[in-house]
């Protein structure tokens, strides 16, 4: 497939610009994501020995009106890239975008958000994802991966990976392989590495990850990835174990509950304030990547963490992973507002 006029221009300017030195370059996928919201689905709940699952329920054989539909961009490495922009730190995204309109609309929104875009587009389709919004304003994501499986490491651009870190989002397959490469490069260039794997990768077990977080300085995650990674264990042990796989920096975030961030000295934590949930969609972009930019202004554990609390929030109570993310002066003027407690004790 040949690439158009547009995208060989954008690689020629790539190529012209002058190499600098980026606080953070984001490695992870890029979709593009429609929302669909109906009153016309059911939560079925099923218990079985293993305990209750609840599933969303079409009526079968019929036609379902949709109330609302949005289209925006998600994906961990372009909703990262984003977040980190607009709270004003020097950003480039790594990924693979495929080809068509899609990519086209993906690509000039991270230009909008002076998010630089360091390797090409290639062949195939751009990942989408159909999120289907519940009554209870939770959701489930039809995911199709598409070109995010097929990030190559000879098709990154590495004499323009200056950065003071790496942000690894979740990426299967070859993609997952190139990160393991990035992670070598990293540790011979001095780069720090942030890594917040998903439940896919968290299920393969910790020593399917461990080329990557043996080389991991801050490892975020929510509490089912920590079971999954650390065994079903007191937040304690379970985070002892994580740190034991090389991360030096633990976060794990547990949706309302309180999330809890360790140094292996010291275990921080917080509650996240009472909220009205409208979307949970790129809510833990929102979190690392604030958490991270808490890190790279302050170096101060307690601040990220209101950082990183104030911008999911904004997330939270709006529609879409970006529409809602806050600039660094009104993400300053929210942490005044809220006034977060953070507790802190040794581990």
Not at 27 to 54: H, L, Q, Y
Request: charged share 20%; glycine share 8%.
């Amino acid at each position: 497939m040949h690439k158009s006029k547009n995208q060989k221009k954008t690689l020629n300017t790539l190529d012209k610009k002058k190499i600098s030195m980026y606080d953070v370059i984001t490695v992870g996928s890029a979709t593009f994501d429609v929302f669909a919201r109906t009153e016309f689905s059911e939560i079925v709940k099923i218990i079985d020995p293993k305990g209750e699952t609840d599933l969303l329920a079409f009526p079968s054989g019929s036609k379902i009106l949709i109330d609302e539909i949005d289209f925006s961009t998600g994906g961990s490495g372009t909703n990262t890239g984003v977040a980190l922009s607009r709270l004003g730190h020097k950003v480039a995204f790594v990924g693979r975008l495929g080809q068509g309109t899609n990519s086209a609309f993906i690509h000039k929104q991270l230009q909008r958000e002076k998010v630089d875009q360091l390797c090409a587009h290639g062949d195939g389709m751009v990942g989408y994802s159909i999120i289907l919004d519940t009554l209870e304003h939770d959701r489930t994501i039809l995911a199709y991966k598409g070109a995010n499986d097929h990030l190559t490491y000879s098709g990154i651009p590495t004499r323009k990976l200056k950065t003071k870190w790496f942000y690894f989002g979740a990426m299967l397959h070859e993609s997952f392989r190139t990160q393991e490469k990035l992670a070598l490069f990293a540790k011979k260039c001095g780069i720090k590495i942030a890594f917040n794997p998903s439940t896919y990768l968290a299920k393969q077990g910790a020593s399917a990850l461990k080329g990557i977080l043996t080389h991991t300085e801050l490892l975020v995650l929510n509490r089912e990835e920590a079971c999954l990674l650390a065994g079903s264990l007191p937040m304690e042990q379970a985070i002892r174990n994580l740190h034991s796989l090389g991360p030096n920096l633990v976060v794990v975030t547990d949706g309302k509950n309180r999330l809890f961030v360790s140094d292996g000295a010291t275990l921080h934590s917080a509650m996240p304030p009472r909220i009205k949930v409208v979307d949970a969609t790129g809510a833990g972009d929102a979190f690392a990547a604030s958490f991270l930019s808490g890190l790279l202004r302050t170096g101060d554990i307690a601040f990220a963490i209101k950082l990183g609390i104030v911008n999911s929030s904004s997330v939270l109570s709006n529609y879409g992973a970006k529409n809602i993310l806050l600039s660094y002066p009104e993400a300053l003027r929210r942490i005044k507002k809220l006034r977060i407690s953070i507790a802190s004790k040794r581990l």
